[in-house]
T-cell receptor, first 110, second 117 residues
Framework: TQLLEQSPQFLSIQEGENLTVYCNSS?????LQWYRQEPGEGPVLLVTVVTGGEVKKLKRLTFQFGDARKDSSLHITAAQTGDTGLYLC??????????FGQGTRLTINP | GAVVSQHPSWVICKSGTSVKIECRSL??????MFWYRQFPKQSLMLMATSNEGSKATYEQGVEKDKFLINHASLTLSTLTVTSAHPEDSSFYICRVPPVRQPANEQYFGPGTRLTVT
């Protein structure tokens, strides 16, 4: 079973629309990270959330950590074509292991 | 500048041959490094933990005799794909954990694209 379940796995929307990506687990985490990855490159850290209920904003991206620290969401407002990419949630599992969710492949159409 | 480098950035090899991929930590020493594999349109899957001075630890389902890991020094880990087959074609990325806590910033190599023909 997957430690982190991301949904949807694929999402294609028009420029200007809003969207939300979810990252769920049955486990409790001390922190959770979101990454964005472009084809042929390593993932780039977007944000780390550490407190239950925490909300962090990064321009048009809003990240929320669930109250119970088991889940997280990423909301993008007024999506742009430059937002296209693979979005990954990830958690540290003992001994510095960073484990990723299945990812959400986002395509923003002009 | 880059904190982690990988070499080569891409490689094409014939089925049955072995390929070595290097991961270098450029800014600091790393007693531990991590190797990931990513198939097209999929997420990064942790393969193994590379430990300086001791054997690598492999994730469940990863063949240790096929994916040889050597942590040669505090700045270099190598992943050798032995007797490569087309199904081993993938994007391989290494990661060096941060030296300071809290461990927020993670350092990834640029990745190596392996194509086995």
């Amino acid at each position: 079973t997957q430690l982190l379940e991301q949904s949807p796995q694929f999402l294609s929307i028009q420029e200007g629309e809003n969207l939300t990506v979810y990252c769920n687990s049955s486990s409790v985490f001390s922190s959770l990270q979101w990454y964005r990855q472009e084809p042929g490159e390593g993932p780039v850290l977007l944000v780390t959330v550490v407190t239950g209920g925490e909300v962090k904003k990064l321009k048009r991206l809003t990240f929320q950590f669930g109250d119970a620290r088991k889940d997280s969401s990423l909301h993008i407002t007024a999506a742009q074509t430059g937002d296209t990419g693979l979005y990954l949630c990830a958690v540290i599992q003992g001994a510095q292991k960073l484990v990723f969710g299945q990812g959400t492949r986002l395509t923003i159409n002009p | 500048g880059a904190v982690v480098s990988q070499h080569p950035s891409w490689v094409i090899c014939k089925s049955g041959t072995s390929v070595k991929i290097e991961c270098r930590s450029l800014d600091f020493q790393a007693t531990t490094m991590f190797w990931y594999r990513q198939f097209p349109k999929q997420s990064l899957m942790l393969m193994a933990t590379s430990n300086e001075g001791s054997k690598a630890t492999y994730e469940q389902g990863v063949e240790k005799d096929k994916f040889l890991i050597n942590h040669a020094s505090l700045t270099l880990s190598t992943l050798t794909v032995t007797s490569a087959h087309p199904e081993d074609s993938s994007f391989y990325i290494c990661r060096v954990p941060p030296v300071r806590q809290p461990a927020n910033e993670q350092y990834f190599g640029p990745g190596t694209r392996l194509t086995v023909t």
